[in-house]
């Protein structure tokens, strides 16, 4: 069984399809782009670059080593989730779905069965809202980690500590509809702009999960610490940040499809200033 569907687009219209052929088994045999890209039985291209180095440095900058200076680097990865909402297997023509309504007078009873469903029909062309799509280039979430700490000890049992630390994420999942309209004053109908509206002219809403998120952290970090001594420990951390994403979570989707910096802004988790304290 041979079919196509479109999984991407780009901003002037034409669509990228994805062939597949698959024998009578569960395990797609073979996959590839038109453009002759493939993505084998994963149905998404797999990375092997995911260089994740980590550094750290201390630094003792008084004789007395009551003073020290301290920094770090890590870059870190996510797997992306490639189930759920992204399964392939959930659209036409693979999966389908059938509501049955009865009346007053019922013309459905369980004690009959359930009707039989339509068959299915791999030239079914996709219509309506689809929301099963991945991008089969579909990258690991990538986070950098940045700090600074310098700790200044005072006595035998107190530690003060003043911290810069910093987070840059990229390629976080998100969605994104690549069946959107674009903007276009004077235009009574907006469906008529839907860039796949030449090949699929019922198909509207297009919601891929693409790994194309960004966020950006920033934070001073306070902390005062009295060890633990003579039956009594307390803790205390003032933290202020800033957070600032595109996306916040995979199932928020931009506003505008075409340029994700519109969408800049506060993250949903923002938290700006924290402080807890801890006694023992």
Known sequence: MTSSLPTSSSTTGSPTLIRWRSAWSSRVRNAKFASGLDVDRALRVTNYLDFGPRLGLAWSVLADNRLVLRAGYGMFYNTPLTGGSSQMTRNIPFGIAQSFTTTLLPTLRLREGIPALPPLNPGTLPSGALGSTFDPILRDGRGQNWNLNLQRQIG???????????????????????????????????????????VLPALRAVTQVTSRGQSWHNSMQLKFTKRYARDFMFLASYTLSKTIDIASDVENATLEAYNFNLDRGLANFDTRRLFAAACL
């Open 156 to 198: 035998t049992d107190l530690l003060v500590e003043a911290a810069y630390v910093r987070s840059r994420g990229t390629r976080p999942l998100m969605n994104q509809n690549l069946n959107q309209a674009p903007a276009r004053l004077g235009v009574t109908n907006s469906d008529i702009n839907r860039p796949y509206i030449a």
